[in-house]
């Protein structure tokens, strides 16, 4: 399949903000031309084509970063964020300062942030940018061009360049608060819509293995009865023989319980899907899924540990469960069958199980994939056991999570909320 093509978005606000940089650094260029043109601004352009050409070589800069196959952060679109907020606090020093009727673009970069950075970072910018205005109230290389010409000249500020303050001041102080929290609730909706998606698509291939699996023990249940009457007939034929007696024996009992899995995982999954749940104490329930385990991988040595508050709790559960911790004890058999550690715990309203393996571990490239789809690191392995895992785990409210044991091998932590099965 195609590689996911999806741009991270720091590298995708970068891209756009190059794009207005490149627009505003086009718009100060010919305005920085145009009053060289007219020659009575009384502009400072040696100071002004120094810093022009300072912001023109960061923004060639971006421009080749952006075509690296680095990462790009937060920190690194907050750093450019604040470049160009020092680069245009100096043209407007240079050129009337509070009283450039431009000034106000300074709430762009404040705007920027509030939709992309993290709160801490938006909030540096702007108490930058109402420090920077501030100062250039009174810092400033005048411009004639600029002048206030009203009653009360003669003030050092004009009411008009005071309420011009006021209202960046409150337009940045509103626009931080207000857009921050809008961005926020906009990730946090992308973010679930994500999961929902995910969970939709894992849905999607649980079903299909659901209904497989369906026709095949229909399919499974005739054969099986009728190797039940041949291998009756078979010990009656054959009862003088014993040590083929006793072969057709074990075969007969092998038969036997392929049968009566068939009928219990039937009855189980109609139970579940009315809603009806069994009900034992937690350690008898645990016990119970390990001794099953057990019978089924007689030769892995392990260890389980239980926490000192699991008492004699009833926890009532979805007969899926067992199968699907089951089918983790297996995983972790298959990759270490000496030495795994399980340690059961009760915390809070959680029951937790660890399982702690000495495998060669997952690889990195895998991870990602575990629960979300087909996937199998073993060669006769069919890729659905961790997805069925974690989808009837999610289903109850529970998760299952994997990382690396240092030095080697696997820890797989289930966590089933006992308000979720009780």
Not at 131 to 145: D, G, N, Q, R, T
Not at 355 to 360: K, L
Not at 392 to 410: E, H, L
Request: proline share 4%; glycine share 4%; net charge neutral.
């Amino acid at each position: 399949m195609p590689q996911n093509t999806v741009i991270e978005p720091p590298r995708q606000h970068l891209r756009q903000l190059t794009i207005i940089r490149s627009l505003l650094l086009c718009f100060l260029w010919c305005s920085f031309l145009g009053s060289v043109w007219v020659e009575t601004t009384n502009l400072p352009y040696a100071q002004v084509a120094a810093v022009l050409c300072v912001f023109n070589a960061v923004h060639v800069f971006t421009f080749f970063r952006l075509r690296q196959a680095l990462p790009v952060t937060d920190l690194e679109f907050f750093i450019q964020l604040l470049m160009d907020v020092v680069c245009l606090n100096l043209l407007f020093y240079f050129s009337g300062g509070a009283t450039n009727p431009f000034v106000s673009y300074l709430l762009v970069p404040v705007c920027i942030s509030a939709a992309t950075l993290p709160w801490r970072f938006t909030w540096f910018i702007t108490a930058l940018c109402v420090a920077a205005y501030s100062m250039l109230l009174f810092f400033h290389v005048a411009l004639p061009i600029f002048a206030m010409d009203h009653t009360h000249a003669q003030s050092a500020l004009s009411w008009h360049i005071l309420g011009m303050w006021f209202n960046f001041f409150v337009s940045a102080t509103l626009i931080t608060y207000f857009v921050v929290k809008m961005a926020k609730s906009l990730r946090q909706q992308e973010t679930v819509l994500n999961d929902l998606r995910e969970d939709e698509l894992r849905n999607e291939q649980v079903i299909a293995v659901a209904t497989l699996a369906a026709g095949a023990a229909h399919n499974i249940n005739t054969p099986l009865a009728t190797m039940t009457v041949l291998l009756a007939e078979l010990r009656s034929e054959y009862e003088k023989d014993s040590q083929l007696s006793a072969d057709l024996h074990v075969l007969s009992q092998q038969v036997a319980q392929c049968a009566a899995s068939l009928k219990q995982m039937v009855q189980d999954s109609s139970a579940a899907t009315k809603g009806q749940h069994k009900q034992q104490p937690i350690k008898t329930y645990c016990n119970s899924i390990i001794d099953r385990w057990q019978l089924m991988r007689p030769a892995v040595t392990f260890s389980v540990h239980f926490s000192e508050n699991i008492a004699q709790q009833l926890i009532a559960y979805d007969s899926r469960l067992d199968h699907a911790i089951i089918n983790v004890l297996n995983n972790a058999a298959d990759a270490s069958p000496e030495n795994i550690r399980i340690e059961i715990q009760l915390d809070q309203q959680d029951l937790s199980w660890q399982i702690v393996d000495q495998g060669e571990g997952i690889a990195d490239d895998v991870f990602s994939m575990l629960g979300k789809e087909t996937v199998s690191t073993k060669a006769s392995g069919l890729g659905i056991g961790m997805l069925l895992s974690h989808t009837t785990i999610k289903r109850n409210g529970g998760s299952v999570v994997q990382a690396p044991n240092k030095p080697r091998g696997t820890i797989t932590t289930i966590r089933l909320p006992l308000q979720s099965v009780s």
